[in-house]
């Protein structure tokens, strides 16, 4: 048999040749909207700091006092010891902040998708997903062994004739949707999914994790921007985003949430999010209620950006004001021919090429944080537009 690095080797030449190879790059630092790499100070447009508290002062001093205090690990899982009152406090404040009666800390959003969806369908039952979900979702689908039917993007429609088709075959049946799409920055119309979910019996699922912090009154996300909260059954949001620290939680009802501390596998056998990162969360989600002129600003640059794309002729999806920006390329290799060219000019934006979005829409994911200034903003969009010209 052939040794196992001849093969991925060979794997990888293909991977490069396809213009899909990934390969890490080292950040220095970060600070307000920029980033220092190999000595050279770049403005991030690639990053899911939306309100810009990744690095904000009083987020890391909360940590700190917490660190001092515990460590740094939790120790065990929460089930076993590593259960802290700071873990508590913090899912009571994630549940209010969602409108629900309960929420469940996890490590990431990756390990939240993987762990619930499974424990809430199996063999015999259905799951409905949208065709641009992200990979932790399909990923929570595969992993649960339920006939997953992939419906047409945001297609509500088409949603409604598979459900039709398929009513009463299944035991179980679970849409499952993002709130606001991480690559292509629209928002799944709620208000009708609960139509058509409560018409057919079935059962909700909506990870907003680029919704949560921005959309919505007080940031609460896209379920409550559409007046859903109480009509969706599992409500997803993730802290390292828009909230700068790092984890994720499910909201929903008491029943779903003590259902999940028994079953979602990714939660019972994993190690507790450290105690200190659950106090940076705690001050993150204090700071984006009080301090709503970042929900305004990134939204403000959002439209500033769209503005100057559309402007020029330049295509760029999703809503006016929505933080996430696609700008269609295509091909891999010239979406990071583009990439590159625009970090020369000391701008980091995100190239996304397939398996993150389908074959032929690979493109450009700008994302813009309430500490871009304007005119930043605008440096962007001239060189962008110079780029692709
Ligand atoms: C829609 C969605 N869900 C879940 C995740 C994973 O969240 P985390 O980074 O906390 O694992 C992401 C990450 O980009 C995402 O876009």
Request: with cysteine.
């Amino acid at each position: 048999m052939r040794s196992m690095d001849d093969v991925l080797d060979e794997e990888l030449q293909a991977l490069q040749a396809a213009g899909l190879r990934r390969t890490l790059r080292a950040v220095q630092q970060r600070q307000s909207g920029t980033v220092l790499i190999h000595g050279e100070r770049i403005a991030d447009f690639a990053s899911n700091d939306y309100l810009g508290l990744a690095t904000d002062a009083r987020v890391a001093r909360a940590a700190s006092a917490v660190l001092q205090a515990e460590g740094t690990g939790a120790g065990a899982a929460r089930l076993i010891s590593g259960n802290y009152p700071i873990h508590e406090t913090l899912e009571r404040a994630l549940a209010r902040f969602k409108h629900c009666e309960h929420a469940l800390l996890f490590p990431s959003g990756y390990m939240v998708n993987v762990g619930v969806i499974p424990a809430l369908v199996g063999v015999g039952d259905v799951v409905y997903s949208d065709a641009l979900n992200h990979a932790s979702l399909i990923d929570g689908c595969r992993l649960s062994r339920a006939t997953v039917r992939v419906f047409p993007h945001c297609d509500v429609n088409a949603l409604s004739q598979m459900l039709e088709a398929d009513n009463g075959r299944f035991r179980r049946a679970l849409i499952v949707v993002e709130g606001m799409f991480s690559m292509d920055g629209d928002v799944f119309p709620l208000d009708r999914l609960v139509d058509v979910a409560e018409h057919f019996g079935a059962w909700t699922y909506v990870d907003d994790a680029h919704g949560t912090g921005v959309l919505g009154e007080g940031g609460a996300g896209a379920v409550v921007q559409f007046g859903v909260s109480q009509r969706v059954d599992v409500v997803v949001g993730t802290l390292g985003k828009a909230l700068g620290t790092a984890g994720a939680w499910v909201a929903g009802s008491q029943t779903l949430i003590e259902f999940l501390t028994s079953c979602a596998r990714s939660f019972v056998f994993t190690t507790a999010t450290p105690p200190a990162m659950a106090a940076a969360s705690l001050e993150a989600l204090r700071l984006s209620h009080i301090e709503s002129w970042r929900r305004v600003a990134v939204r403000a640059r959002a439209r500033r950006l769209r503005d100057r794309l559309r402007a020029a002729g330049r295509e760029a999806g999703g809503a006016d004001d929505a933080h996430i920006v696609p700008v269609l390329i295509g091909d891999p290799n010239r979406t990071m021919a583009v990439v590159a060219e625009l970090r020369r000019r000391g701008f980091l934006v995100g190239g996304v090429r397939p398996p993150t979005v389908p074959p032929g829409t690979s493109r450009l994911r700008i994302s813009l944080s309430a500490v871009h200034p304007p005119e930043l903003v605008d440096s962007l969009a001239a060189n962008l537009l110079d780029v692709l010209r």
